[in-house]
Structure formats: C-alpha cells, structure tokens
C-alpha cells in the first residue's frame, strides 16, 4: 500500500487586487508507483482576517514514469461558522520538467467548480499555475507561481484573474 508520510504545508496567494489567502497545516501522504492520495488538514485566513479551518483530499497519478506529464484532484472543504465552501480541482494535464537536482518548473491547467454553502452558489473557472520549485535539500522545498484564474474569458485580463503564490513544504 505504499508509505505514509507527513510534510508540513504554508503559504500565501497574494491577489493582484490586494486580496490574500495564507495557510498551514500538515499533509499526510501515501504514494505509489506513479502517483500518491493525501489528505491535509490546514489552518487559513482570507486577507488577514478571522481564520478558519480547511480540509483537503488530494490524488495525483503520472502519465509516464519520469512525472513529467500527470493528472491531479483535488477536493478542498472550508469551514468556519459551519461549512463555509467545497471546491473541486482536476488537472488532467500538469506539465514537470527537472532543470537540474534542486529546480523544477511547472504547469498546472485544470477546473475548479466551488460551491459556496453560506451563499448557496456554484462557481466554475478554468485556471492555469506555471511556477519553479527549488529543492532547498532532502527536506526543504519552495515553489514560486503565477496563477491565472477564469481563463474561460480570456479578455478580462483584470488583476482580480491573478495571484502570485508562495509555498513553502518541510518533509517531516
């Protein structure tokens, strides 16, 4: 069944529109052969704000087996105050090309629906992330990305369809 093992999460995703989500928390992980199911548990603020908990299911599974080409889900539940939202996001194509032992660079093009429960809505939106991770040693790792959301529309260019995100995972 393939080995458990726990990685410790953070980051923040800046809004070009001031907006910010920043999160911690553990992630357990059993991976296989070419992919891996996980689950995370994560403690989050939307802009700094009031701060609730999030609760991730994760799966990824590589086409070939160098993990260049891969799909991924994931299905993330927020609660604060109840259940605050569910969102799903499937990938079924994430490019990762090694550059050399520390850095990778990569693409991420999926769909993401969100059901928001307090508003009772759906929400739909094809997005991409292409960023660099930096293998800091055995342990550390740093990924940097551009995150592009509601590609559906591409003339709306606007700063509200962009983030930089900031990652940071400590192997435990």
Not at 119 to 146: A, P
Request: positive net charge; hydrophobic residues 30%.
């Amino acid at each position: 069944m393939g080995i458990w093992n726990t990685r410790f999460a953070s980051g923040t995703y800046q809004g070009l529109t001031g907006s910010n989500t920043s999160f911690a928390g553990l992630e357990f992980r059993n991976s296989q052969n070419r992919g891996y199911l996980g689950f995370a548990g994560l403690l989050a603020s939307d802009n700094f704000d009031k701060p609730y908990v999030m609760v991730d299911a994760k799966a990824k599974y590589a086409y070939d087996s160098d993990n260049i080409f891969e799909q991924n889900m994931r299905i993330r539940t927020a609660f604060n105050d109840g259940l605050k939202s569910t969102q799903i996001r499937y990938s079924p194509l994430t490019i990762n090309v090694p550059i050399n032992d520390k850095v990778s660079v990569y693409s991420n093009t999926h769909y993401s629906g969100k059901y928001n429960f307090k508003e009772d809505k759906w929400t739909h939106s094809i997005g991409n992330f292409t960023g660099v991770d930096y293998k800091i040693n055995e342990k550390n790792c740093i990924s940097i990305e551009l995150q592009r959301k509601n590609l559906q529309n591409l003339k709306d260019n606007s700063s509200g369809n962009w983030d930089m995100n900031i990652s940071y995972i400590r192997y435990l």
